[in-house]
């Protein structure tokens, strides 16, 4: 079973009229408290770190606990000693002495919730270390930061532990839609885990860990699941040997946010405009802002007022993905080969006239979903090259337009005369450069490449002093030439 994914509920806490259980405010209470468990134990094994790097300034032979094992033990060490709390304790004879009490409240919560927050912080620490050496790409990770309570989202996890043949997390145990977690109890939720029940009864699955977090003043329960593959029926069949055909180009847009094409210049799929989640709800959300920032700071209509704010954001939140998995889906379940183009989604953010509506598209996200959603299927699926110019290049004569404008939605080509869509003439040349990648040398396909970079740019000097020729409508019915 090598197929992570996770199943999400949402925690039901108003009380049920049925005779099962179901959790209660009460049960909320108990879940805050293992958050803030678990960020304290964050923000103190975080100051341990610190106070042993300032130990370690002056004496070089100070330990520092850097991995999330070292941090467990030093933690662990910490709660139960002194500094953690202690007691004055006299006896008859007039007699004071110390008695180390440690955390007071440390046998309220789950054990593994400390632990976890300490292996978090071991992992945050190790990203900062590959970010020092120049692993890893994006933006450089800082320091850790401590957790704040009003700024860091409420969140906790435990470890999946199996005694005598059943685990500490189990579902449907008290009920259809039920999840039970150790120390807490029974949690009521509001999906069904039906297919969750079914995948674990037949041995299909088996639960790693379960996060519990608020999600704008909603609990959720996640569960983190080992899956197997996908039934051999729900996945694509394998490509013969020396088989280079059945890539499909993929080009994601703002007037047509998906857009798959064959190399052969077949339209196999469009998506039109996205629906654009957060401008069509920016009037409330300014109305929510301005309710916010009226309401005096720490008092209860404040935190109402952001409570609403975090509510319509999470909305917009999940509008977004769920139209994102309904585009992922069709195409996944009916393309065995996708080739994505690049984007560098950071560059385009800093033009300001279009870094609302790019950010609305969720293009990066996108990409993420149909990468993975591919592999579950046993499919392919690449990214081309950077800085292969696929929208000004010619679907049918190669040749590159010097500049393409936005406004412009027809790809006219100056040379051969050919008019296609824009974002069509780019799926097109995405599924070709993929078939030419993974041709063999020595084959057709392989032979009628796309210019090189260097050809790329004598192309569009020679494309300035080429008279242009006059420009044709796309016929209707085209044939492509076999070699290109």
Not at 24 to 29: D, E, F, R
Not at 45 to 60: C, E, F, N, Q
Not at 79 to 99: I, P, T
Not at 411 to 419: D, K, L, Q, T, V
Request: hydrophobic share 35%.
């Amino acid at each position: 079973m090598g197929r992570p994914t996770a199943f999400r509920f949402t925690v039901d806490p108003s009380p049920s009229p049925s005779p099962s259980p179901s959790p209660s405010p009460a049960q909320v209470m108990v879940l805050a408290r293992h958050a803030g468990a678990s960020r304290f134990a964050y923000n103190q094994s975080l100051r341990l770190v610190k106070d042993a790097l300032t130990a370690r300034a002056a004496d070089p032979g100070v330990g520092v606990p850097w991995s999330g094992f070292d941090l467990i033990n030093a933690f662990n060490a910490w709660k139960v000693s002194a500094a953690a709390g202690r007691v004055l304790v006299a006896d008859s004879c007039g007699e004071v002495a110390v008695v180390a009490t440690g955390l007071a409240w440390r046998t309220e919560v789950h054990q593994q919730v400390l632990e976890e927050a300490a292996v978090d912080l071991g992992r945050a620490l190790a990203a900062y270390t590959g970010a020092r050496r120049g692993r890893g790409a994006g933006r450089r990770i800082g320091f850790p930061r401590f957790k704040r309570k009003n700024r860091d989202r409420r969140s906790f996890r435990i470890r999946q532990k199996t005694r005598g043949g059943r685990g500490c997390i189990r579902v449907g145990e008290a009920g259809a839609r039920s999840v039970t977690l150790p120390r807490i109890g029974v949690l009521r939720v509001r999906e069904d885990t039906r297919k969750l029940r079914r995948m674990l009864r037949t041995g299909r699955a088996s639960i790693a860990f379960a996060t519990v977090s608020d999600r704008a003043g909603r609990w959720t329960v996640t569960l983190t699941v080992k899956a197997a593959d996908l039934h051999p029926d729900r996945q694509h069949p394998p490509h013969p040997y020396g088989d280079t055909g059945g890539w499909v180009g993929v080009d994601r847009g703002l007037n047509a946010l998906v857009v798959a094409a064959t190399s052969t210049g077949r339209e196999v799929f469009r998506e039109g405009a996205p629906p654009r989640p957060l401008r069509a709800a920016q009037g409330r959300l300014r109305r929510l802002s301005r309710q916010y920032s009226r309401k005096k700071k720490g008092s209860v209509n404040r935190a109402e007022a952001a409570a609403r704010l975090g509510r319509a954001h999470a909305r917009v939140r999940n509008v977004r993905q769920e139209f994102l998995h309904q585009v992922a889906n069709q195409l996944v379940q009916t393309h065995d080969r996708l080739v994505l183009e690049t984007l560098n989604i950071t560059g385009m953010m800093a033009n300001h006239h279009l870094a609302g509506a790019i950010g609305d598209a969720a293009w990066g996200e996108l990409g993420r979903v149909i990468a993975y959603k591919q592999t579950w299927r046993g499919g392919h699926c690449i990214q081309a090259d950077r800085w292969f110019p696929s929208t000004k290049t010619c679907s049918r004569c190669h040749t590159i337009a010097t500049t393409m404008p936005l406004s412009a939605r027809v790809y006219p080509c100056a040379a051969c005369g050919y008019r296609v869509d824009r974002d069509r003439n780019a799926a097109i040349n995405l599924a070709v450069w993929a078939e030419q990648q993974h041709a063999q040398p020595g084959t057709p396909t392989h032979e009628a490449r796309l210019p090189t970079l260097p050809e790329r740019t004598a192309l569009a000097h020679t494309n300035v002093r080429v008279k242009p020729a006059p420009v044709t409508e796309e016929p209707t019915h085209h044939t492509y030439p076999g070699c290109w």
